[in-house]
């Protein structure tokens, strides 16, 4: 665990952003690559001038202690899988407090830089990094207003008292251009750690700063900064918050055998036997957060067989880290809902127009269904896998727990040409279970703004 202090300067015409952040951080051994991990801001300070001039927020760098060491992101050459990809050569010896120093410079299509390795540990001491202007991707691009148009990170490395060459030093510049405009955005970041902790104990989920928060929002919300924060900027820390949720489940239908009489048309529905369906259902949720655990959801879903399944539910969210690196979580959720499910009987011919529930049926034709509504608790857990920074895979499975129960007869009409204009009713007939789905298992994909 290591102790830092992030200095952020902002500038576009002038300055217009400063914050200073005293940072506590989980460092994992160097024996494997990593490139984030627990942050927690302890103290804090900010100078807003006028970040609507530029219409950005700032990410900021209190993750540069992770993303930002070179050595364990196994960044550049460092990669041995794509060591292959980089010119090498040694430009010069030096010595670096008295510790005989190899630089090596190296360079790559997307960028180039210098490494500075002590000859003794073959340990690296400082890397430099520049990337290349015309190779850059759009990494930084909310709602594509900005683009990065360079990127300088130098990176500094110091032998402790027990020998171990630990991270000291970090900084970092980039620079923005507005899309068809001339205004342009420049960031330094400047990181250093002020004291190695032998705590073993990880930051509490609770208390970390996310590595998808924005730093900009997270300090204008303090109490003593709220009057910087203007309204533009709230509402796109409002939209920041905001997860969205596209998922495909399968529900297992049970429907018991049963008789109705739809005397409209005087057709009967006669389930004989009970027959056992899967139906797949799409689901899009939305998710507020409220902090690093807890949100507020909505979700829809619908069946992608046509009529055979609508739900609308709200609920409460948690999320819990399973990993030290922030790549695994497990998700759990508890909604309260409505919906439909129908079991498909057929369509039919009729001859004379009718009117029923004040809907006027006249196309000749429509289709039948068993429909059961319910009023229902939904417990759902799962296991989320972090891909990138604004995408997350899950698998999850839901139980449905019905506290109230209508069926009856819904109807729709067919063959006509206007979607608006299909009549549908439904007619309650009994409070009897008849078709059951008691669970639901499930793939997602979540996004983050």
Do not use: C
């Not at 709602?143 to 130098?154: D, H, S």
């Amino acid at each position: 665990m290591v102790l830092t202090k992030n200095m952020l300067i902002g500038i576009a015409s002038k300055p217009i952003y400063k914050a200073e952040t005293l940072t506590k951080a989980d460092k994992f051994s160097y024996a494997k690559k990593n490139s984030d991990g627990n942050v927690q801001i302890q103290e804090h300070k900010i100078d807003v001038i006028d970040l609507d001039s530029v219409e950005l927020r700032i990410y900021g760098g209190v993750h540069n202690v992770h993303h930002g060491d070179y050595v364990m992101a196994r960044s550049g050459p460092l990669n041995l899988n794509k060591l292959n990809n980089y010119t090498l050569k040694i430009k010069d010896t030096l010595e670096y407090n008295g510790h005989p120093v190899i630089q090596l410079n190296f360079t790559h299509k997307k960028s180039k830089g210098e490494l500075y390795i002590d000859a003794n540990s073959f340990a690296v001491i400082r890397s430099i990094r520049e990337l290349n202007p015309k190779e850059i991707k759009e990494d930084f691009n909310l709602f594509k207003i900005y683009e990065r148009q360079f990127g300088k990170t130098i990176t500094s490395y110091e032998m402790d008292p027990d020998g171990k060459w630990r991270l000291k030093f970090i900084y970092h510049k980039t620079g923005f251009k507005r899309k068809n405009n001339s205004k342009s955005f420049y960031l330094n970041t400047t990181y250093f750690a002020t004291q190695n902790l032998p705590e073993a104990i990880l930051i509490p989920q609770k208390e970390r700063f996310s590595y998808n928060a924005i730093l900009s929002d997270f300090l204008l919300n303090k109490n003593e900064n709220q009057d910087s924060f203007s309204k533009k900027l709230r509402f796109i820390s409002f939209l920041g918050k905001l997860k969205f949720s596209y998922g495909l489940g399968v529900h297992p239908f049970q429907i018991e055998s049963h008789q109705f009489h739809f005397n409209a048309t005087e057709n009967y529905i006669n389930q004989e036997t009970t027959l056992s369906e899967l139906i797949f259902v799409y689901h899009n949720k939305i998710v507020y957060t409220l902090n690093n655990q807890f949100g507020i959801s909505a979700n829809l879903a619908t069946s992608l067989k046509k009529k055979r399944y609508e739900s609308y539910a709200v609920g409460l969210d948690f999320k819990y880290d399973l990993s030290k690196r922030n790549r695994v979580h497990f998700n759990s959720s508890l909604g309260l809902g409505f919906r439909k499910i129908r079991a498909f009987h057929g369509t039919f011919s009729f001859d004379q127009a009718f009117e029923l529930n004040r809907k006027k049926f006249d196309s000749g034709e429509l289709s039948l269904y068993t429909e059961e509504r319910n009023l229902f608790l939904q417990p759902t857990i799962g296991i989320h896998f972090k891909v990138k920074r604004i995408i997350h895979l899950g698998v999850e499975a839901s139980y449905f727990i019905p506290f109230t129960s209508t069926n009856g007869i819904f109807s729709q009409e067919e063959k006509e040409f206007w979607f608006w204009n299909r009549a549908a009713s439904f007619q309650k007939l009994t409070n009897k279970n008849l078709i059951r789905n008691d669970f639901m298992l499930g793939a997602t994909l979540t996004l983050r703004l």
